[in-house]
Every structure is written in structure tokens, then in C-alpha cells.
């Protein structure tokens, strides 16, 4: 199992929109994914972060079953509108993968 995790800080204003409001339309757009993408076991998205160093305002976590699973949610297209959003909304991007 890959357990694939991202963490994004936002631009604090971005297509006319807050960084709060772009944390909202990402949860929805990502967690949309869930029954699109069938290699994507899990989603969870959230943007009501507590504590993070460095600081984040968007964290997702997912669940595959392998590496071929992920690299097919990376290039599915409904996975590829997600990122063509995000891209425009953040200034910082990190991510961990990693096998149970």
C-alpha cells in the first residue's frame, strides 16, 4: 500500500479569490476524485489545519495500492484539472510518499 501525501501552502489571493476560498474549492474539487479515478483507494482533504511547521492551509492524504496506481491518478485527466487549479493557487508544495 502507497500512502501519498501533499501539503500546500496558498497564495494569500489568487484567480479573485482567498486563500480560504481556494482551500474550499480544492477540498471539493479533490475529494470529487473519490469513484472518478478507481485506483484511488482513500481521499481525505482538509483545509482547517491546527498546527504545521512549516505551515500549510491545504493537506491531503491518499491511499493506493501501488506505485503504477498512483502514477495512474497523477496523469488522469480528472486528476489533471485538480492540478491545473492548483498550480494557480499556491506558493509552496510538498509531498511524501510512502509504502506500508
Known amino acids: 500500500m502507497i500512502k501519498h501525501i501533499v501539503m500546500w501552502k496558498l497564495k494569500p489571493e489568487a484567480l479573485g479569490n482567498s486563500a480560504d476560498e ?8 479533490l ?14 482533504v482538509s483545509h482547517d489545519i491546527r498546527e504545521s511547521v512549516p505551515e500549510c492551509d491545504v493537506l491531503l492524504f491518499s491511499e ?4 503504477d496506481d ?16 492548483i498550480k494557480q493557487v499556491v506558493s509552496e508544495r510538498r509531498v511524501v510518499d510512502y509504502a506500508i
Open 70 to 85: 498512483l502514477s495512474t491518478y497523477a496523469t488522469h485527466p480528472a486528476h489533471l484539472e485538480c492540478v491545473d487549479f
Open 22 to 29: 481556494n482551500a474550499a474549492k480544492m477540498k471539493q474539487m
Open 31 to 44: 475529494e470529487a476524485l473519490q469513484g472518478v479515478i478507481p485506483v484511488l483507494r482513500s481521499i481525505e
Open 64 to 67: 493506493f495500492d501501488n506505485m
